[in-house]
């Protein structure tokens, strides 16, 4: 355990002082709650009793009568404690010892109380009696406030991440996120039921990694001595349930893949796919647009959602563009008909890293991600894409060259991805052989496995089929103005815990200033720290030999960044 502070001795001298007056502080008997905060407020009368159980998020000591502030999942109400009420007899010990001395900020209590307004009018609970229900060790990050000023605000994002029980005790506005991600699921839940179409579920470990192209994480079974594979995506699991006759199925499926980690990716993220018989893309575009727009009205009550600097609307239909169309038109470059080597080529003119591992498919993503993708703002789709991109879709029925797929992009990102599914046995064995030569060649993206099985599945018949694919977590983004997937999971991944390293104020100053920026030139950092030659000199080396910050040469001077 690390070395306690000193508000935490305190609270656990209170935890002992507490017992020795025969307080149980973890009691294990039911509280019997009758009404939530919102429910006081809404239902209010004078006079009338209530049992409500939450957090104590503030308290102001005022000699025999107190005020507290009463948090529980619906909101802060206030409370007021009355020795006297409290206390009916000559024995004030439950008020001048208990709550004055040993119940602290962020420890649960239960009230029996009733409904007053105060003088100045605000719906306030008189305690009758409480009880303690859970003594909190450790204080909570709340801010402090001055003058209007607020300080010590819980805002680092590691500390939130990391702390996420405390982040969403102390900022009110991180739980309405995840409301509206709940929101989400549910609205597009009913959507799908709605149209008669079936929830399933499908195996999270799989013997062959499929459906997407991915680096996954192994595992082994002991029992049948065998490796399996963590789900990068449910797809054919869902499309040999359309193989055994169901005409719609969908599945919102926790995939992991074992890659790096950014603003919009987590190696553990939420999907939500769909294969309905009998459709097309075509009809898939249709659906998805219906889709979204009842999601985002069931999410904001509006068609509308402000995404940092853009005001996106997923108030169908949507704009549609083919990928040969969207590359001409931001590069002048017409890829339709070239051979692997013109397209190669073309990307090397236009600055495009490539090597000899990528094939025409990849060259052609490379293309649109650097070229195109960013310019969609509105949610677009991005239909037609090259055969070599969609080892699992149909070809296109007019162009053999192409596919029948589609991707949604919103605000520079893709969202949805869609088919025309593949149900050619033959032709998808080939399309997978053709992967496996592409993966011995070095291309990292393509699969480096068969599934006979799912072949079999096919061979047995597979009718007309369109499937989908949302990133659910990368969606919540977008209609919550979240620019990272982190603010919209409860625990993201996160790099291991640094121990906690004793600084000095200096430090931790300068620290400060670095993180607001990330790199700073080494002079500027200097002359924003304001401490003299040689306290500067002891700093920059503390922070440096503590690898909290590196000093790097560049051909533009001396830079310090955090590491």
């Known amino acids: 355990m690390s070395q306690l502070s000193e508000q935490e001795l305190v609270r656990r001298e209170k935890l002992t002082k507490l017992r020795a007056l025969g307080i149980n502080p973890y009691p294990a008997d039911l509280y019997p709650v009758n009404h939530t905060s919102k429910q006081v407020k809404d239902q209010f009368e004078n006079g009338k009793q209530v049992v409500i159980a939450g957090r104590l998020m503030m308290i102001k000591v005022q000699g025999k009568a107190s005020f507290a502030q ?81 300080y010590d605000a819980f805002t680092d994002p590691e500390q939130r991440y990391r702390q996420r029980y405390a982040d969403l005790v102390v900022n009110s506005h991180v739980k309405d996120v995840f409301v509206k991600r709940t929101k989400l699921f549910n609205a597009m839940r009913q959507f799908f039921n709605d149209f008669g179409y079936f929830e399933v579920e ?112 997923f108030k169908a239909p949507y704009a549609r563009v083919t990928m040969a169309d969207s590359i001409k038109h931001f590069t002048g470059f017409d890829i339709t008909g070239k051979t692997e080597d013109e397209i190669k080529q073309a990307a090397k003119d236009l600055g495009i890293e490539v090597d000899d591992t990528m094939g025409k498919g990849k060259l052609i993503d490379e293309i649109f991600g650097e070229k195109c993708e960013g310019n969609y703002i509105q949610p677009t789709y991005i239909t037609d894409y090259p055969k070599e991109m969609s080892p699992l879709c149909k070809e296109h029925r007019e162009n053999p060259e192409l596919t029948e797929r589609f991707e949604l992009m919103v605000c520079g ?18 399309r997978f052989e053709h992967q496996l030569k592409l993966a011995a060649k070095g291309d990292d993206e393509a699969t480096e496995f068969i599934d006979h099985d799912f072949l079999r599945a096919l061979e047995y018949g597979m009718p007309p089929t369109s499937g989908m694919g949302i990133g659910m977590d990368r969606l919540i983004m977008f209609l919550t103005n979240n620019q990272s997937i982190q603010e919209v999971l ?74």
């Open 202 to 313: 499908t195996p999270v470990l799989q013997p062959i990694p499929g459906g997407a192209a991915a680096r996954p994480f192994i595992t082994h079974h002991n029992a049948l001595d065998i490796p399996l594979y963590m789900r990068i995506a449910n797809e054919l699991y869902l499309k040999r349930l359309i193989v055994g006759g169901f005409d719609g199925v969908y599945e919102f499926s926790k995939n992991f893949r074992n890659e790096g980690m950014d603003r919009t990716h987590n190696p553990e993220f939420t999907a939500v796919e769909i294969y309905v018989a009998y459709k097309d893309y075509n009809w898939m575009m249709d659906f998805c647009e219906r889709l979204l727009e009842h999601c985002a009205i069931a999410v904001n009550g509006t068609t509308k959602a402000t995404f940092g600097d853009h005001e996106i609307d």
């Open 70 to 150: 009463l948090q529980d999942a619906e909101g802060k109400i206030q409370v007021y404690f009355n020795r006297d009420e409290i206390c009916l007899g000559e024995d004030k010990e439950k008020y001048n010892e208990v709550f004055k001395k040993l119940i602290d900020f962020g420890d649960f209590i239960g009230i029996e109380g009733e409904l007053f307004t105060t003088q100045v009018g605000e719906k306030t609970v008189k305690v009758k009696d409480f009880t303690l229900l859970s003594k909190a060790l450790k204080p909570l990050p709340l801010p402090k406030e001055k003058d209007g000023v607020v």
């Open 413 to 430: 990102k893709e969202i949805a991805n869609a088919y025309s599914e593949l149900n050619d046995p033959i032709d998808q064995r080939e």
């Open 490 to 563: 409860f625990f993201p991944q996160m790099r291991p815990e640094k121990k906690a390293i004793a600084i000095s104020d200096e430090a931790k100053a300068v620290l400060e200033v670095l993180k607001k920026a990330e790199k700073l030139g080494l002079n500027d950092l200097k002359a924003q720290s304001g401490l003299s030659n040689k306290k500067w000199d002891k700093t920059i080396k503390e922070l440096t030999k503590n690898s909290l910050a590196k000093v790097e040469k560049t051909d533009d001077g001396l830079f310090v960044e955090t590491t």
